[in-house]
């Protein structure tokens, strides 16, 4: 069955360090991938999604994600971190143009100010 | 314009109860998905609906859980006989179209179940 692995389950920062959270997935075929956020007490929001073209994705408030296919990974960036960044993060996966979502367990991002 | 819209925010029910979950997703959205949460994971599928019709029911636990959609919005996601390890948050999220073509699923706030 198809997985996706976030292994930093809590990650704490102080302001303006650079941010990677990792994701792999388990599928070999062609694949829809996805960063979700949950800020304290909000919804679950879209940050950005790669379905075809350039592999690097660029999404809402600085983050952005590089696809690489030969590592099966879609890794989150963001450059220089905010208090506000403050969230739990979830990596997704579609396989092919199924509309069912893999949700990762999710990596519990902390900023220290 | 109105997010997508959950009821009740939170429900305590004793085991073995029935509880009925609802969901008002995005007016015109075609699609509409239930995803189950529990603490420390992430959402897990459900089931989906592509307008009345459950496109993919795969996630569902067992026979105890069904879904329906009668008119093609609102969605009453139902367990009868609940148990202990049904309590989790449940989510519900829409869209204009499949997510596997393209279309952004927005999620609602959630109904978080608790079964003593």
């Known amino acids: 069955a198809q997985s996706v692995s976030q292994h930093n389950h809590h990650v704490i920062l102080s302001e303006a360090a650079s941010l990677e959270l990792g994701c792999n997935y388990s599928?070999?075929?062609?694949?829809?991938l996805f960063w979700y956020v949950q800020y304290p007490g909000q919804h679950l929001q879209l940050l950005l999604k790669?379905?075809?073209?350039?592999?690097l994705v660029k999404g809402i408030k600085g983050f952005e994600a590089e696809f690489i296919k030969s590592k099966f990974s879609f890794n989150l960036r963001k450059p220089s971190v905010q208090w506000s960044d403050t969230a739990e993060y979830f990596c997704a996966v579609i396989e092919g143009s199924a509309s069912k979502i893999i949700f990762g367990s999710g990596t519990r991002l902390s900023i220290r100010p | 314009g109105a997010g997508v819209s959950q009821t009740p925010s939170n429900k305590v029910t004793e085991k073995g109860k029935y509880v009925e979950l609802r969901c008002d997703p995005i007016s015109g959205h075609t699609a509409l998905y239930w995803y189950r949460q529990s603490l420390g994971q992430g959402p897990e599928f459900l089931i989906y609906?592509?307008?009345?019709?459950?496109?993919?029911d795969s996630g569902l636990p067992n026979d105890r859980f069904f879904a329906v959609r009668p008119e093609g919005s609102v969605s009453t996601l139902k367990i009868q006989r609940t148990e202990r390890g049904d309590s989790a948050v449940y989510l519900c999220a829409s869209s204009s179209g499949l997510a596997g073509v393209g279309e952004t699923q927005y999620f609602g706030p959630g109904t978080r179940l608790l079964v003593l």
């Open positions: 790669y379905f075809s073209g350039d592999p």
């Open positions: 609906f592509q307008g009345t019709g459950a496109a993919d």
């Open positions: 599928y070999g075929g062609t694949v829809n």
